[in-house]
């Protein structure tokens, strides 16, 4: 953007010249403008303030300048308008605000459930007016505010779990954190791919899967937790009643929004074939529990 | 296993080049999988063979763009 103005004068060849000349001496007049403006050396501000004095009506007076200015200001709201159609196009905004719709009680009361859900008695999801609930309203809805914390907070965790195994180094922190979101990108994916084969007719869109293969994250750090306080021990022990506590959860969850208003018009084997995909779901989150967090435990 | 998401990218772009190539005549006939064997009925039941048969078609047909009509028209 800086060079504009000079491509400019190149065109205006009248006027060009004079440019030139005046400003032979120097580097182009912006750079100057920019950099002696705001500088606050007692010793030398008497020679470069009167150059920039100059400089600046120059600038003010220039119409390139103001070409330029007007040039780089719609640039920039162009560009802010191409950023957001585009991202527009794949993420739908409302829908995410939905799954952010959380207040506290609903958080506490998640974060209980996840831990303990074998005393729930309704999973159903409810409706009003055909959409559904936000998770403000409805226990059962899905959110994905804490799945989002629990991420950052199983990062953090396992900084404070390899330093203080005095295995801690920044890049450790980075590869965590990829190796994380892209388990869950692959489990995402494979749940999609086994929902599309399946045909299984059912309203979970891509974020719905992203909150549930999320929910995992609070039993990771929940396990961390213990493993860092009580040792190798405690961390079994956590890891087992946590996996217990997500797969009970997911499959009482899944198994009412999968089905969802079809439950009676499925053939058999497609029923057969969507419980498989449940369990399979239900039963692969012990593994990735695991896998993720018994090197944060020795 | 450490992932990064760039060995995500890898693996998903060596995915979906290996869908691409799968040649239809002489491989997927053979196996009864090509595109004009058992497309089905518009019954209920698409089952998982014509599921993944139209998945694979699909892939391949979005892979394939819009060049192929520019190849069509070179001559060398």
């Not at chain 1, 303990?116 to 729930?120: A, M």
């Not at chain 2, 999988?33 to 019954?43: A, K, N, P, V």
């Given at each position: 953007m800086l060079s504009i103005p000079v491509t400019y004068s190149d065109t205006y060849k009248p006027t060009g010249s004079k440019h030139r000349a005046r400003t032979?001496?120097?580097?182009?007049p912006l750079f100057d403008d920019t950099s002696g403006g705001?500088?606050?050396q007692p010793g030398g501000y008497p020679a470069p303030g009167a150059d920039v004095a100059f400089n600046v009506n120059h600038l003010l007076g220039d119409p390139m300048a103001n070409v330029a200015m007007a040039y780089g200001s719609s640039i920039a709201s162009h560009g802010k308008d191409m950023v957001h159609k585009e991202l527009h196009r794949f993420v739908s905004v409302n829908k995410l605000k939905y799954f952010f719709a959380v207040d506290t009680a609903y958080v506490a009361k998640k974060l209980g459930l996840l831990v303990?859900?074998?005393?729930?008695q309704n999973w159903e999801v409810q409706y009003s007016r055909d959409a559904p609930l936000p998770p403000r309203r409805d226990l059962n809805a899905p959110d994905l505010y804490i799945p989002t914390m629990a991420f950052i907070t199983y990062v953090l965790l396992a900084g404070i779990a390899l330093g203080i195994q005095k295995r801690f180094s920044p890049e450790v922190l980075g590869l965590c954190a990829s190796t994380a979101l892209v388990w869950v990108v692959m489990e995402v994916l494979a749940l999609l791919l086994g929902i599309y084969l399946a045909t299984v007719r059912s309203d979970l869109s891509t974020f719905h899967l992203l909150a549930y293969s999320g929910y995992k994250y609070v039993g990771m750090i929940l396990s961390v937790l213990t493993g860092l306080l009580f040792g190798s021990d405690g961390y079994y022990v956590a890891l087992a009643w946590t996996s217990s506590a997500l797969m009970y959860f997911l499959v009482r969850s899944l198994r009412t929004a999968a089905l969802g208003p079809d439950s009676m018009g499925g053939s058999a084997p497609r029923q057969r074939l969507q419980l498989y995909l449940t369990l399979g779901a239900a039963a692969f989150q012990p593994l990735i529990i695991y896998w993720l967090t018994f090197h944060l435990v020795r | 296993m450490a992932f990064t998401l760039y060995s995500l990218l890898q693996a998903a772009l060596l995915c979906v080049n290996a869908i691409a190539v799968l040649h239809e005549e002489r491989f997927l006939k053979n196996i009864g999988?090509?595109?004009?064997?058992?497309?089905?009925?518009?019954?209920e039941e698409p089952g998982i063979k014509s599921q993944l048969t139209n998945l694979i078609r699909s892939v391949r047909t979005v892979m394939r763009g819009k060049k192929k009509n520019e190849w069509n028209t070179l001559k060398f």
């Open positions: 032979a001496p120097d580097p182009p705001y500088s606050s303990f859900p074998y005393t729930h | 999988w090509g595109t004009d064997q058992g497309i089905g009925g518009f019954g």
